[in-house]
């Protein structure tokens, strides 16, 4: 029977084919594959052939659900005595666990910060997790969360792991094996994870797709440390895409980064706003910060990419009520 403690680290971040195979099979089980949209509206918006992969239409309206679902399954078969989990996240990551763990019998406790969506701090507890509040940012939710694992004997699930990957990236593999040709793919940036299944799909496959990585412009953590090639932590990570909102980059997660990604660009909240209008406007689906982050990137970009075929990762739908009443002009 292996210890009861923490997984090693794999010795190769990214899954290979085969691992990303397993992966899909064992999401098989619990959902169906989400659809990926050419919208014409859309399409005319970008001067573009868009597709969006929607991942906002999963169990929890977000690709994290992928992630759980394989890392929590993965736990129990490699160490059956762990009976709780505990985690750090602003919303997406910690629906996913709370999900995945309590249909896999564990207990769960999610730290989130101060200020954090009410709505996914609310989905959370209804799907079993004991939620705390602590810290004024996601770096101090984390680091309090870690430090709560061992007060309370609850195994600590990371941001970044090559099981979150390998669960990740089955949405990676959907979209391009739909869509092989694709010419980049715009991708938002939050910890890492949804980023580097991206690049292990596009890897697994042979591709030669160029891989696009979106960050806000008052949480670019991951755009410095990409320049400076090392990782570059910043003060504040101040942006309504919650999912983006990162100061401390994951040094795992940069060096696949660094590896596999084409560029890194930002878009500010004006922008974000904007996109998550269009993706309302154009297609009627709900897209969180970060998952219209792509498509104000696309915007931004407008010129560089006309008449080619760009895919976009609509990576969640969970956009709290206030926002998107501000977002589409309707008052208060």
């Known amino acids: 029977m292996t210890a009861c403690g923490g997984p090693a ?18 999401i098989a089980r619990h959902m169906a594959p989400t659809p990926q949209i050419v919208w014409p509206l859309l399409s005319r918006r970008a001067g573009c052939d868009v597709v969006v992969k929607h991942e906002n239409h999963t169990p929890i309206g977000a690709f994290k ?8 399954t993965k736990l129990r078969e490699q160490q059956p005595c762990v009976r709780g989990v505990i985690t750090a996240t602003r919303g997406n990551h ?20 101060e200020g954090n969506n009410p709505e996914k701090n609310a989905a959370m507890e209804a799907f079993g997790a004991e939620l705390i509040v602590h810290g004024h940012d996601f770096q101090a939710a984390a680091e309090f969360a870690h430090t709560l694992s061992a007060t309370r004997g609850l195994h600590f699930i990371p941001s970044y792991h090559p099981w979150l990957i390998a ?18 793919v715009f991708v938002p940036i939050g910890m890492g994870s949804g ?12 591709l030669t797709t160029r891989i696009i990585g979106v960050v806000s412009e008052g949480a670019d953590a991951y755009l410095r440390s990409f320049l400076a090639g090392r990782v570059v932590t910043t003060e504040t ?3 309504i895409a919650d999912g983006m909102a990162c100061r401390s980059p994951d ?10 990604v084409a560029n890194i660009v930002t878009v500010s909240d004006a922008q974000v706003c904007d996109a998550m209008s269009a993706y309302f406007t154009d297609t009627h689906n709900l897209a969180e910060g970060a998952g219209a982050a792509p498509l104000a990137a696309l915007l931004a970009e407008h010129d560089a990419w006309a008449g080619r075929k760009v895919g976009l990762v609509l990576s969640g739908g969970n956009a709290d009520r206030a926002l998107m009443r501000e977002v589409l002009g309707l008052g208060r």
């Not at 010795?11 to 064992?26: H, I, N, Q, S, V």
């Not at 040094?251 to 596999?260: M, N, R, S, T, Y």
């Open 167 to 184: 669960g990740v990236g089955t949405y990676a593999m959907e979209l391009f094996t739909a869509h092989p040709d694709l010419d980049a």
């Open 195 to 206: 980023i580097s299944g991206l690049i292990a799909a596009k890897q697994a496959l042979g």
């Open 251 to 260: 040094p795992q997660a940069l060096e696949v980064i660094l590896d596999g």
């Open 94 to 113: 910690g629906q996913s666990v709370a999900r995945a763990a309590t249909a896999l019998g564990l207990a769960c406790v999610i730290v989130v910060p």
């Open 65 to 72: 659900v992928r992630g759980g679902l394989v890392y929590l």
């Open 237 to 239: 990570a101040d942006t």
């Open 9 to 26: 680290r794999a010795d190769r971040m990214l899954p290979d084919r085969a691992a990303l195979e397993d992966a899909a099979a064992l």
